[in-house]
């Protein structure tokens, strides 16, 4: 798993405001196997797979006394359709 992470925060001139960026990715193997033969309502699965599981995120952030913004964005990289790997109907689960 690797998972690498920059940010930068600074006040405006007068102090009254605090801005933020940030910017992450987030890089792990998901193996599945005979673990979902223990989620009610799941599919055994009978054959392994290995795939590499892969994102990038960024945010934004503004704070003062009166107001609070924040807004983030996560975006997959990896063509992989979790679900269907995990064989679990309808549900997405990444741990």
Do not use: C
């Not at 599981?53 to 704070?63: D, I, N, R, T």
């Not at 679990?88 to 990444?94: A, L, N, Q, T």
């Amino acid at each position: 798993m690797v998972l690498t992470s920059l940010g930068y925060q600074w006040l405006n001139g007068d102090r009254s405001w605090m801005f933020g960026l940030n910017a992450d990715n987030d890089s792990r193997p998901v193996n599945t196997g005979d673990v979902d033969t223990y989620i009610k309502g799941a599919n055994s699965v009978s054959d392994n797979h290995d795939v590499f599981f892969s994102y990038v995120a960024s945010g934004l952030e503004a704070f003062s006394n009166s107001w609070n913004f924040n807004a983030y964005a996560q975006v997959l990289i990896t063509d992989v359709e979790i679900a269907s790997i995990l064989k679990i109907p309808g549900e997405i689960h990444i741990i």
